[in-house]
């Protein structure tokens, strides 16, 4: 079945240490996205990319940093220098923008000690 | 700018009863809406999508939801609520002038009393 899958579920670090998170799709999809949820907030894009080798910033990229060097894969790297790290990430897909719907990824906890 | 808002951060609702969840948006431009549902430590998937065609929508597992331009609402309703609907919902907007973009709201949890 085709899908996007992010890994690890879970995930700990030290605070001053990067983390990269995974996110593939076997979806074949062009774009590609990656939110950060916290509780009681809505989804907030961080980046996204609708083609191999680019990428643009959405709403809260600062401390935060992608690539987009194979369609399937669009990692990314949260830096020391991102305030607040702890959250719960998502990573979702689509075919298109614009009236096409977002496949998302089960998400990675990410907690900064 | 955009914004959507999602009335009661928490609705409670019995088994067998109507589930109502709020959902107001603003845009300057026609838009395009959509409800979400996030299960537990899970990502979202697609319940509907409003798209500029019937302003009745039918979507998965029940649920529809109702375009009302005059009222900038597109509540979110299933007639009969099952234990298995408990969830976390969200409205999204997007339009040309966000440049297709998803603006989210905060999300609703719904929980259902057996």
């Known amino acids: 079945d085709g899908g996007i899958t992010q890994s690890p579920k879970y995930l700990f670090r030290k605070e001053g240490q990067n983390v990269t998170l995974s996110c593939e799709q076997n979806l074949n999809h062009d774009a590609m996205y990656w939110y950060r949820q916290d509780p009681g907030q809505g989804l907030r894009l961080i980046y996204y990319?609708?083609?191999?080798?680019?990428?643009q910033k959405g709403d809260i990229a600062e401390g935060y940093s992608v690539s987009r060097e194979k369609k399937e894969s669009f990692p990314l790297t949260v830096t020391s220098a991102q305030k607040n790290p702890t959250a719960f990430y998502l990573c979702?897909?689509?075919?298109?923008?614009?009236?096409?719907?977002?496949?998302f990824g089960n998400g990675t906890r990410l907690t900064v000690t | 700018a955009q914004s959507v808002t999602q009335l009661g951060s928490h609705v409670s609702v019995s088994e067998g009863a109507l589930v109502l969840l709020r959902c107001n948006y603003s845009?300057?431009?026609?838009?395009?809406l959509f409800w979400y549902v996030q299960y537990p430590n899970q990502g979202l998937q697609l319940l509907l999508k409003?798209?500029?065609?019937a302003t009745l929508v039918k979507g998965i597992n029940g649920f529809e939801a109702e375009f009302k331009k005059s009222e900038t609402s597109f509540h979110l309703t299933k007639p009969s609520a099952h234990m298995s609907d408990a969830a976390e919902y969200f409205c999204?907007?997007?339009?040309?002038?966000?440049?297709?973009?998803?603006?989210w709201g905060a999300g609703t949890k719904l929980i259902i009393k057996p």
């Open positions: 999204a907007v997007s339009d040309e002038d966000s440049n297709y973009q998803l603006i």
């Open positions: 979702a897909s689509s075919n298109g923008q614009g009236l096409t719907p977002l496949h």
């Open positions: 990319s609708q083609i191999v080798n680019d990428f």
């Open positions: 845009s300057s431009v026609p838009p395009y």
């Open positions: 409003y798209t500029s065609a």
